[in-house]
């Protein structure tokens, strides 16, 4: 064979290996496992009670809440999409990762990954900005700021826990990651750098753009603040509030990615959001944040190269809650049989219960 059919024949044989060899299915994990978190078993298709922290087990079946279907009889809410790009954005000029190229561990340090084919690239991105029917123009409204977005379910769901008063009247804010995924991306960039940049953008990008256009007032309280999203964007709803409590006290994530996705590599906090459950949580004064939080039985189990020990998100989410618990945080973690990765079906049976829990405390008239 020549040396350039040989070449050719090396570059496309991950891709054949992709095509014959389809990613495994991930282990199911038991939540009675020796070192997770004592849970109470709910009876299967229930949720847990709203006003009760702890942890907690779904059974298999996972059929839609009611307020999960749009209904007509209730009042709807607007919702209003707003365009942002790179251009002349200081805190995110956008970057990404070249196709078909992945992460590496460094030789030395395996727990550090290394990109090579990351490079500045521009983003557009989507806003979108939902707005209660029962809001007052001209009042300080709460809000929730939402990852990976738009998210119209949380949309519908809100027009139907409003109406029964279950949550405050709020402003919901959904907002589309920059793109690609996991290191070397805009999107990992955003979602699983441990620092509060991410909120100082919301803070100082997003928030005036959405009450200038959308003739809203939001609150500066940051028990009326919360934030939420699934896997690296449940990661960064609570990096938003970890860094930045004096703005947000309030998260809800599904399938959160507890987990060493930190790129570039910081010394500051080596392991990345895996430093939550080993380092931050454990060795920090009790901050003032209330969780949510949901992990699957078949949740990811290392599907990338970093044999770091430090990315089965099962184990992280058990952490989580052991650390939570022993810090005395408002907490509720549901275990869900019968669940992948920010599991669909899931969120569906558990987003109203979710959002009730997150909101506890906040007065609802």
């Known amino acids: ?11 496309l044989a991950p891709l054949a290996f992709a095509q014959t060899h389809p990613r495994p299915t991930y ?11 004592r849970a109470t078993e709910l009876p299967d298709g229930t949720v847990p009670p709203a006003n009760k922290d702890g942890n907690f087990i779904l059974g298999p079946t996972h059929t839609p809440a009611p307020e999960m279907t749009v209904n007509p009889d209730v009042p709807h809410g607007t919702v209003t999409d707003l365009t942002l790009t790179s251009e002349g954005d200081t805190y995110y000029p956008g970057i990404a990762r070249d196709p078909g190229t992945f992460v590496a561990p460094d030789p030395d340090h395996p727990e550090r990954p290394v990109v090579t084919t990351s490079h500045p690239h521009p983003w557009t991105r989507t806003v979108a900005v939902y707005v209660p029917a029962q809001y007052k123009p001209g009042t300080e ?24 008063h279950k949550v405050p009247v709020q402003i919901a804010i959904s907002i589309a990651n920059g793109g ?6 805009e999107r990992g960039l955003e979602y699983d750098t441990m620092s509060g940049h991410y909120a100082e953008w ?18 500066h309280d940051p028990n009326g603040r919360a934030a939420t999203g699934g896997s690296s964007g449940g990661a960064v709803s609570l990096i938003m509030a970890w860094y930045h409590p004096e703005l947000y006290h309030r998260v809800l994530a599904y399938s959160g990615t507890w987990i060493n996705q930190q790129w570039p590599w910081n010394p500051a906090t080596p392991h990345g959001a895996w430093g939550f459950v080993d380092d931050l ?15 699957g039985d078949r949740d990811l189990y290392n599907p990338n190269a970093m044999r770091d020990n430090m990315h089965d998100w099962v184990v992280a989410n058990e952490k ?36 009730e829990y997150l909101w506890q405390g906040y007065p609802k008239k």
């Open 202 to 219: 919301v803070e100082h990008v997003v928030l005036p753009l959405v009450e200038s256009k959308c003739n809203v007032k939001l609150t």
């Open 180 to 185: 690609g995924d996991a290191q070397g991306s």
């Open 27 to 37: 282990p199911t994990r038991d939540p009675h496992t020796p070192g997770y978190v």
């Open 1 to 11: 064979m020549s040396r350039t059919l040989l070449l050719i024949a090396l570059a």
């Open 320 to 355: 989580m809650a052991s650390a939570l618990a022993a810090k005395h945080y408002h907490y509720q973690f549901v275990f869900a049989h019968n669940a992948g990765h920010v599991d669909h079906a899931t969120k569906l049976q558990t987003l109203p219960e979710a959002l």
């Open 281 to 295: 949580i454990p060795n920090s004064p009790r901050k003032p944040i209330r969780i949510w939080m949901e992990v």
């Open 141 to 164: 409204a709460p809000f929730i700021v939402g990852a990976d977005g738009p998210d119209r379910a949380l949309f519908t769901v809100l027009d139907n826990l409003i109406a029964e």
